[in-house]
């Protein structure tokens, strides 16, 4: 099993610009998640998808727009990106949404916004 | 106030010492407690949860949880150079979704 992956590992865009990144997993997990991690600031959940056909705002969606293709696939896109949308960001999985379920995370996409 | 909160560090400890990792949080209605531990560049991955008040062993650490104090620890017992990471602590309530909320984190370095 590959877990969580993600793609692209790095990428450098210019303000405006636009892009997509993809999160698959392969555990047969309910429930996906986006998190950006910034320095000092912890994982801030963006959106999340507690169920295929659910999504849901998280902590900081603005700016951000998701879509759970399918129970394996969730996607991030940034449709006009900014300087402030530069961060780590890891998609995450779990069983289900509910509390005892742990999470598991995809190795992080490293953007810059110039 | 922040829903979850942790001292930064770094905190430094010799070899073989106990290294000890606190957290408090906000939300009284908080039932599931997660620790992470990341290193430095790599996503995070846990390594303890505890749901009831008390102490949760597993091999060198040690999770204990106090909801009266809204209090979450971690030991870490015979600390090893490998053990130098980012240790992250989460939280997740019993509302909107069960969203889990993400301390900080704090820096763990474990001289040889």
């Known amino acids: 099993n590959a877990g969580v992956t993600q793609t692209p590992k790095f990428q450098v865009l210019k303000t405006g610009q636009s892009m997509t990144l993809q999160c698959a997993q392969d555990?047969?997990?309910?429930?996906m998640y986006w998190y950006r991690q910034d320095p000092g600031m912890g994982l801030r959940l963006i959106y999340y998808?507690?169920?295929?056909?659910?999504?849901d705002k998280g902590e900081v969606p603005n700016g951000y727009n998701v879509s759970r293709l399918n129970k394996r696939e969730f996607s991030l896109r940034l449709e006009s990106a900014a300087p402030s949308q530069t961060s780590v960001y890891f998609c995450?999985?779990?069983?289900?949404?509910?509390?005892?379920?742990?999470?598991?995370f995809g190795p992080g996409t490293r953007l810059t916004v110039t | 106030q922040k829903e979850v909160e942790q001292n930064s560090g770094p905190l430094s400890v010799p070899e073989g010492a106990i290294a000890s990792l606190n957290c408090t949080y906000s939300?009284?209605?908080?039932?599931?407690f997660f620790w992470y531990r990341q290193y430095s560049g790599k996503s995070p991955e846990l390594i303890m949860f505890?749901?009831?008040?008390g102490d949760k062993e597993d091999g060198r650490f040690t999770a204990q949880l106090n909801k009266a104090s809204q209090y979450v620890s971690l030991l870490i017992r015979d600390s090893q150079p490998s053990d130098s990471a980012t240790y992250l602590c989460?939280?997740?309530?019993?509302?909107?979704?069960?969203?889990?909320?993400f301390g900080a984190g704090t820096r763990l370095f474990v001289k040889a």
């Open positions: 555990m047969n997990h309910n429930s």
């Open positions: 505890i749901y009831s008040n």
């Open positions: 995450a999985s779990s069983e289900a949404p509910g509390q005892t379920y742990e999470q598991y």
């Open positions: 989460a939280v997740k309530g019993n509302t909107g979704g069960f969203k889990t909320i």
């Open positions: 998808s507690a169920s295929e056909g659910t999504t």
């Open positions: 939300d009284r209605g908080s039932q599931s």
